[in-house]
């Protein structure tokens, strides 16, 4: 079965600074996802990632897919206090959004 | 409305009692999708469905689960004979088809005591 791994499973960081989060595939992914959650809410769709070698970016945040699409990377520029959250990375290996979801990334960010 | 909707927000029901909970996805949306969510984990897959028909059921944990979306739009996702064991956030998302962006709504916090 579709496994990931996220790494870290928390991080503190300062506003301002830079931070990157990390999701690893036993598998190589059909296509992988990126959301964030805030305690008890729903998911929020980030990106979407395809291809190998894929680079996204949305306002500060960017997400890669390394060429032999098992790994996937999200990085925050700049971060603010509303990026808090935790972040899920999801792989689709059916291509209809079976999602497998790895089990997040806590982020918090010190004013 | 505007984006998924899911009722209710929260329901507290007792062991060995039957539940329903509905999701109300956003208009036009053929494809609707349910996931349960345990505390500090991500999303697990229960069932996908594509207009009326469940295309893949293949996470739904036992007999006990159901989900019916009999006109393509609202779904229904039933449990019987509960147990502790199914607390959990149980999350509906949508979308315009299979392979763009879901619209998840803010999930049903089941708790069976």
């Known amino acids: 079965s579709q496994e990931l791994e996220q790494s870290p499973q928390s991080l503190i960081v300062q506003e301002g600074k830079n931070l990157t989060i990390n999701c690893t595939s036993s598998?190589?992914?059909?296509?992988l996802y990126w959301y964030k959650q805030k305690y008890g809410e729903g998911l929020i769709f980030l990106m979407m990632l395809q291809k190998g070698g894929e680079e996204k970016s949305h306002e500060k945040i960017t997400a890669k897919l390394d060429e032999k699409k098992q790994q996937s990377s999200l990085h925050i520029t700049a971060s603010q206090p509303s990026h808090a959250g935790i972040y899920l990375c999801?792989?689709?290996?059916?291509?209809?959004?079976?999602?497998?979801f790895g089990t997040g990334t806590k982020l918090q960010v010190i004013p | 409305g505007a984006g998924v909707s899911q009722t209710p927000s929260n329901k507290v029901t007792e062991k060995g009692k039957y539940v329903e909970l509905r999701c109300d996805p956003i208009s036009g949306h053929t494809a609707l999708y349910w996931y349960r969510q345990s505390l500090g984990q991500g999303p697990e897959f229960l069932i996908y469905f594509q207009g009326t028909g469940a295309a893949d059921d293949s996470g739904l944990p036992n007999d006990r689960f159901f989900a019916v979306r009999p006109e393509g739009s609202v779904s229904t996702l039933k449990i019987q004979r509960t147990e502790r064991g199914d607390s959990a956030v149980y999350l509906c998302?949508?979308?315009?088809?299979?392979?763009?962006?879901?619209?998840f709504g803010q999930g049903t916090r089941l708790t069976v005591v």
């Open positions: 999801g792989a689709d290996k059916m291509g209809y959004q079976k999602v497998t």
């Open positions: 598998k190589t992914l059909y296509g």
């Open positions: 998302a949508s979308s315009t088809s299979t392979n763009t962006e879901a619209f």
